[in-house]
């Protein structure tokens, strides 16, 4: 499958349905339109997401455009995520000491961002069973996503967050970013080759880089030549393919792994509560995203449906 194909049952589009949609370049590995669209349905909606591809140089007249166009809301994905925030007519508390926005709504012809990534990021982590409370965490990136994950750690307790990165200034001011914020908590930048030097004090490695995400799938953050350390919990923000090469070094070496595809669903959820009032169908967006990687890996893998079904 060469992108992310929207195919729910029963969708119509007519001239009352809402629009909502997701901002970035590229959008065609993003199964947000999937995961939405499934939601919308499920819960008898008239509304619709779609992508949308925006270049960076034309981000302001996308962001314009929604309110132009009647848009309830967007989803704002890489490279935006930190771009879009000038845009914007108000933000809320997390987005601005993120620094970061993943969603847009429309209210009342103002443009509100939020980011839902941070609050998404811990509900997928308390589901996996893991505690980040006390801990030292290691975060690999230093874009808007890796903004939204060290910003989640520290709200949840975490003693000390080290990020790593392979240009250390950006790493250095997002740590003196939160550290404004959170005057309890530690933070480090270092450079990326310092991953190395990971002992047995953390017990979380997240990656929050694009490396890996489909169709470089076999592209990762982590050497080649490390393994990496048995005891840690890794976490790959990306969600396609469910599990990246990072996971998949993570698993060879005996830790415990947690794919991105949980994080993308509660972000989500956040996200279509704001835009429409309803409480979401965690489990019909899951099943949703689940059930086109599945078909996806078969198809990859020359398998048919009728050949697995025989």
């Known amino acids: 499958m060469n992108q992310a194909q929207i195919n729910v049952s029963g969708l119509r589009i007519t001239g009352c349905t809402?629009?909502?949609g997701v901002l970035g370049l590229p959008v065609e590995h993003s199964l947000s339109p999937i995961m939405h669209n499934a939601a919308f349905a499920a819960l008898g909606l008239d509304w619709v997401y779609v992508p949308l591809p925006v270049y960076p140089d034309h981000l302001g007249e996308a962001v314009r455009g929604l309110r132009a166009m009647g848009f309830a809301g967007a989803n704002v994905t890489v490279p935006h995520k930190q771009a879009v925030l000038r845009y914007l007519d108000d933000v809320s508390e997390d987005a601005l000491v993120i620094g970061a926005v993943n969603t847009i709504v429309?209210?009342?012809?103002?443009?509100?961002?939020?980011?839902?990534?941070?609050?998404?990021?811990?509900?997928?982590?308390?589901?996996?069973?893991?505690?980040?409370?006390?801990?030292?965490?290691?975060?690999?990136?230093?874009?808007?996503?890796?903004?939204?994950?060290?910003?989640?750690?520290?709200?949840?307790?975490?003693?000390?967050v080290c990020v790593y990165n392979r240009h250390v200034q950006r790493a250095h001011e997002l740590?003196?970013?939160m550290a404004r914020f959170h005057l309890d908590v530690r933070f480090e930048a270092l450079p990326l080759d310092a991953v190395r030097e990971i002992d047995e004090d953390f017990s979380l490695l997240v990656n929050?880089?694009?490396?890996?995400?489909?169709?470089?799938?076999?592209?990762?953050?982590?050497?080649?030549?490390?393994?990496?350390?048995?005891?840690?919990?890794?976490?790959?923000?990306?969600?396609?393919?469910?599990?990246?090469?990072?996971?998949?070094?993570?698993?060879?070496?005996?830790?415990?792994?947690?794919?991105?595809?949980?994080?993308?669903?509660?972000?989500?959820?956040?996200?279509?509560?704001?835009?429409?009032?309803?409480?979401?169908?965690?489990?019909?967006?899951?099943?949703?995203?689940?059930?086109?990687?599945?078909?996806?890996?078969?198809?990859?893998?020359?398998?048919?449906?009728?050949?697995?079904?025989?």
């Open 106 to 160: 429309v209210r009342n012809d103002d443009l509100y961002g939020d980011n839902t990534d941070a609050s998404g990021f811990i509900a997928a982590l308390v589901e996996a069973g893991f505690d980040p409370r006390g801990i030292y965490a290691a975060v690999l990136g230093a874009g808007g996503a890796a903004r939204a994950v060290v910003h989640a750690l520290a709200n949840a307790g975490a003693r000390q």
């Open 208 to 310: 929050a880089t694009s490396l890996g995400m489909w169709p470089e799938t076999e592209a990762s953050p982590w050497p080649v030549d490390l393994p990496i350390p048995a005891h840690l919990t890794v976490c790959d923000l990306v969600y396609r393919p469910l599990e990246t090469m990072f996971l998949t070094q993570a698993r060879a070496a005996g830790a415990e792994i947690v794919s991105g595809l949980g994080m993308l669903i509660y972000q989500g959820a956040g996200a279509f509560e704001m835009w429409t009032g309803h409480p979401a169908p965690v489990h019909v967006m899951r099943q949703a995203c689940q059930e086109f990687l599945v078909m996806e890996s078969r198809a990859e893998a020359g398998v048919t449906e009728q050949q697995v079904a025989g």
């Open 175 to 177: 740590c003196r970013d």
């Open 18 to 20: 809402r629009l909502v």
